[in-house]
């Protein structure tokens, strides 16, 4: 089966502008959680979503949202992008919030 | 900062060699994870541990889950290059959805 696709894989973005992440989980899975990893902090998370709801939220500006919609795609948006928003994004799903899979992140990098 | 602690942080091994990662909580572990990492690359899921003395094989790897649930080892048996990368244990500590992450393990396997 096909496993968890993030869209786009690399993006460039200028500090001050917004960015929007996709996360196509895999099929059955309901829900969507999102991740940053840099190499200071390590991986963080950011939120979970399960059946357009959010059950769980990091500790991240609220310049980070999120949403899910009913065929369990889910977006991350981050506005006024900061050089300290550069990082992977991974995104994991899972059928009811264990077992999760990730997929292959998406490199933003902000000048 | 890391809630879940690593060790040890890097490692090289002889190809052919064993070797062990140990991944420690201060709190009592609903379920813990362990992921693969090529550098950039998104997480490779290994083993979920869920059960106090639960042991769980995969080819070479083994992981196990103290009877306490608040540490888990991963040993991998006559290592070879394919077993290089980053291993993370990640523990939903809460039982809230949510994955805290250790800082990583970097396996360098010398042929």
């Known amino acids: 089966k096909a496993g968890v696709t993030q869209t786009p894989r690399y993006l460039i973005k200028t500090r001050g502008q917004q960015v929007t992440l996709s996360c196509s989980p895999i099929?059955?899975?309901?829900?969507v959680s999102w991740y940053q990893q840099t190499p200071g902090q390590g991986l963080q998370f950011l939120f979970e979503?399960?059946?357009?709801?959010?059950?769980n939220k990091g500790n991240f500006p609220g310049r980070f949202s999120g949403r899910q919609f009913s065929n369990s795609r889910s977006e991350m948006n981050v506005s006024t992008l900061e050089l300290g928003d550069s990082a992977l994004y991974l995104c994991?799903?899972?059928?009811?919030?264990?077992?999760?899979?990730f997929g292959s992140g998406t490199r933003l990098t902000v000048v | 900062s890391q809630e879940l602690e690593q060790s040890p942080q890097s490692l090289i091994v002889q190809e052919g060699k064993n070797l062990t990662i140990n991944c420690t909580s201060s709190?009592?572990?609903?379920?813990l994870y362990w992921y693969k990492q090529k550098y950039g690359e998104g997480l490779i899921f290994l083993m979920m541990?869920?059960?106090?003395?639960e042991e769980k094989s995969h080819e070479k790897i083994t992981a196990k889950l103290d009877e306490k649930k608040q540490q888990s080892s991963l040993h991998i048996t006559a290592s070879q290059p394919s077993h290089a990368g980053i291993y993370l244990c990640?523990?939903?500590?809460?039982?809230?959805?949510?994955?805290?992450f250790g800082a990583g393990t970097t396996v360098t396997v010398r042929a």
């Open positions: 994991a799903s899972s059928r009811d919030g264990r077992g999760y899979t």
């Open positions: 099929s059955g899975h309901r829900s």
């Open positions: 979503y399960f059946s357009e709801t959010q059950r």
């Open positions: 709190k009592t572990l609903y379920g």
């Open positions: 541990l869920q059960k106090g003395g």
């Open positions: 990640g523990a939903d500590k809460s039982n809230d959805y949510k994955l805290s």
